[in-house]
C-alpha cells in the first residue's frame, strides 16, 4: 500500500482519542485533486482538507489531515473516525478499477491497523447522497477482511420490492417515512405493495446543519459547484445560503431559458419582465431532456433538496420528480411532480 504525502499546511487541528470506523465519501466534482480539497476546504473556513486520505481515478491514494487528527467530514460522527474520500462523482460516474483496488487495500490497511471492522457510507450518518448511488460500497468496505451489511437492492433512486417486504421495512431502510415512500410512489394503501412493484425513494430534504468544524449543508455546497459551473463563475461553494447563492438561483433559470430557447438574452441574475415573460406557461415534467431541467436539478440542490445529480441538459427522472414532490409538499405548492411558473418562482425567492 502506498500512500503518498503531501505537503499541506493546516490550522489548528484536535488529537483523535479513539478509532473505531471509516467513513467514506466522494468528492461530488468529477476532478479532485488533495490540494483542491485542501483549497477548497480552506475557503469553508476550516483548518484544511477535512478527510484523511484521498484515492484518485488512477488508483493513486494521498495522506490529506494528518492522520492523527479530528477530521471534518461527517458532522457529529468525526470525533472517532478516519474519512476517507474517492475522487468522482458516483451519483453518475462509475468507479474505474484501479481506484476500487487502490479504496479496497486503503481500507483493508486502515481496518487492521486500527482493528476495526466497522466501515460505514458517509449517507450512514448524516441526510446526504454521499458517496452516490454507483459507488461500490459494499465492495469497497469489504477489502480482503471483516464483513458488512450489503447495501439494499438499489436502481438509481427506486427499489424493486423483493418477497417479504414491507413498506415499513422499506421505508427503515432508507431512512424515511411510510408516508413519503407512499406519496412519492403514488401507494394508496401502504399494506399492499407487491414483488416487483417500483418504489421511488422520495429526494431527502436537508436543513442547514453543521458539518465538520463550520456550518456547511453538503447538498447545497454541491449546488452552489454546478450553480458556478453553468451560469455564475466565481460563485463560492461555502453550503451556506446567502444573496450570492439567492442571484446565483436567477441566474441558473436564466440560463437555462436561453439555452433552450437559443435565443439572445441577458443572464445578469435580476428577475425582470424580460425572465418573466420568457418563463411564462412553461413546464418540464418526467421523462423530458433539456436545460431547463438541469435549472431544476440545480435549483433543488440549491434548496437543500437531493435530487440524484445534476446533468447538461438535464433528464427527467424518477429520482427528481420524487425531489420535485417533496419540495412542493414542503412549500404548499400543488404536488404534481411538474415543475411549472409557481414550483420555479418558488425555487427562485
Ligand atoms: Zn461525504
Redesign the pocket.
Known amino acids: 500500500m502506498n500512500i503518498i504525502k503531501t505537503n499541506l499546511n493546516f490550522g489548528n487541528l484536535t488529537k483523535r482519542s479513539r478509532t473505531v470506523r471509516a467513513i467514506l ?1 466522494h468528492s461530488a466534482g468529477s476532478k479532485a485533486s488533495a490540494e483542491d480539497i485542501h483549497r477548497w476546504h480552506l475557503a469553508n473556513g476550516w483548518a484544511g482538507a477535512g478527510y484523511h486520505f484521498l484515492v484518485r481515478k488512477d488508483g493513486s491514494v494521498y495522506r490529506l489531515r494528518p492522520e492523527w487528527a479530528v477530521g471534518a ?2 458532522s457529529g460522527s468525526n470525533s472517532d473516525s478516519i474519512g476517507i474520500c474517492f475522487e468522482g462523482n458516483f451519483m453518475t460516474e462509475s468507479m474505474p478499477t484501479a481506484q476500487k483496488q487502490a479504496g479496497k487495500e486503503l481500507v483493508a490497511w486502515v481496518k487492521k491497523k486500527y482493528g476495526f471492522t466497522k466501515v460505514q457510507a ?1 449517507r450512514d450518518v448524516q441526510a ?1 447522497g ?2 452516490g448511488t454507483n459507488f461500490p460500497f459494499a465492495e469497497i468496505a469489504n477489502g480482503s477482511t471483516g464483513t458488512v451489511t450489503p447495501t439494499p437492492p438499489t436502481s438509481g433512486n427506486t427499489y424493486t420490492v423483493q418477497k417479504g417486504d414491507t413498506l415499513t421495512a422499506i421505508a427503515k431502510k432508507y431512512n424515511t417515512t411510510v408516508d413519503a415512500l407512499a406519496k412519492a410512489s403514488g401507494i394508496t394503501d401502504p399494506n399492499k405493495i407487491h414483488v416487483g412493484q417500483t418504489i421511488v425513494i422520495p429526494g431527502t430534504a436537508e436543513k442547514p446543519k453543521p458539518e465538520g468544524d463550520t456550518g456547511v449543508n ?1 447538498i447545497i455546497r454541491d449546488g452552489q459547484i454546478h450553480a458556478r459551473n453553468f451560469a455564475m463563475p466565481g460563485l463560492g461553494a461555502d453550503g451556506i445560503p446567502g444573496p450570492r447563492t439567492d442571484e446565483a438561483k436567477v441566474r441558473v433559470l436564466q440560463q437555462a431559458m436561453r439555452l433552450d430557447y437559443n435565443i439572445k438574452f441577458i443572464v445578469d441574475g435580476k428577475w425582470g419582465p424580460n425572465s418573466e415573460v420568457l418563463l411564462g406557461r412553461h413546464t418540464v415534467r418526467k421523462g423530458e431532456t433539456q436545460y431547463m431541467v438541469t435549472a431544476l436539478q440545480i435549483l433543488l440542490m440549491l434548496n437543500g433538496y437531493f435530487c440524484n445529480g445534476v446533468e447538461n441538459p438535464g433528464h427527467f427522472g424518477a429520482g427528481l420528480e420524487a425531489a420535485a414532490r417533496q419540495y412542493q409538499a414542503d412549500h404548499g405548492l400543488v404536488v404534481d411532480g411538474i415543475a411549472g411558473y409557481n414550483t420555479f418562482k418558488s425555487l427562485i425567492s
Open positions: 465519501h467530514h461527517a458517509h446526504t454521499c458517496p453538503t
